[in-house]
């Protein structure tokens, strides 16, 4: 964490997390901007390590900008996915 934030001069302030477990989102966090903070994109429910660290949980599929099907239909947001549970 302490090599990217140096590498990155301490601007890094989005990251993707592909396991958000075992401690990856407080390790990523550490790598954001000590100043800034940042935002980190998860595929499971996490909760941020950081109160200027913002998490928000998304598909791979939405992280890709491809639509994904779920119950045979089109879906292209977190909204449209609850929508289909709604239903």
Given at each position: ?87
């Amino acid at each position: 964490s302490r090599k990217i934030r140096e590498f990155t001069e301490n601007k890094l302030t989005k990251a993707v997390d592909c396991v958000s477990e075992y401690g990856t989102v407080r390790m990523i966090s550490e790598a954001l901007s000590e100043t800034e903070g940042g935002t980190i994109a998860v595929i499971l429910p996490c909760e941020s390590p950081k109160e200027n660290v913002k998490v928000v949980m998304c598909w791979a599929y939405d992280l890709m900008g491809k639509v994904s099907l779920i119950c045979r239909r089109s879906v292209k947001s977190m909204s449209d996915i609850l929508l289909l549970f709604l239903a």
